[in-house]
């Protein structure tokens, strides 16, 4: 049986605010591998915003591809891996920061959340990474153990 998700299911389940962990090769030893947000518009690109003075921004801005890694860590276990190419550019809070604030938290947490990272002044130095999809790999363990 095919554990393979269809695009319907990959981007159902990208929809969800779950925690993704990045990947960014490091010259001389394994990659970088940390957790971050994501956001992710069906058929484009997946969103990340990091600060721009962490080891995460130095190595991007070496790197040419990144993959990144989202997972159900209930059982049945989905997950869905993608790597791709990448751009580098400066975050719109508003556009970016805001919505992925209140993807992640409770509408109070994420108001306390945008204060206390001091509001747009609080990100202009940060960096929004814009991942650009080339390969995918989907399970979906539900699809071969039953639910």
Not at 91 to 114: C, I, K, N, T, W
Request: without cysteine; proline residues 10%; negative net charge.
């Amino acid at each position: 049986m095919n554990s393979k998700m269809t695009l319907e299911e990959r981007e159902a389940f990208l929809a969800q605010p779950w925690v993704g962990v990045v990947s960014i090769p490091e010259t001389g030893r394994g990659p970088l591998a940390v957790p971050v947000w994501y956001n992710y518009t069906p058929g484009g690109a997946l969103v990340i915003w990091t600060g721009g003075g962490t080891q995460k921004a130095r190595l991007l801005r070496q790197a040419q591809r990144i993959s990144l890694v989202v997972q159900d860590p209930a059982p049945p276990y989905r997950y869905v891996s993608v790597e791709g190419p990448f751009e580098l550019g400066p975050v719109d809070y508003e556009r970016y920061v805001v919505p992925l604030a209140r993807r992640y938290f409770s509408p109070e947490v994420a108001e306390q959340y945008l204060a206390d990272i001091g509001g747009p002044a609080g990100v202009a130095n940060d960096l929004l990474v814009v991942l650009h999809p080339e390969r995918w790999l989907t399970v979906d363990y539900s699809k071969v153990m039953g639910e």
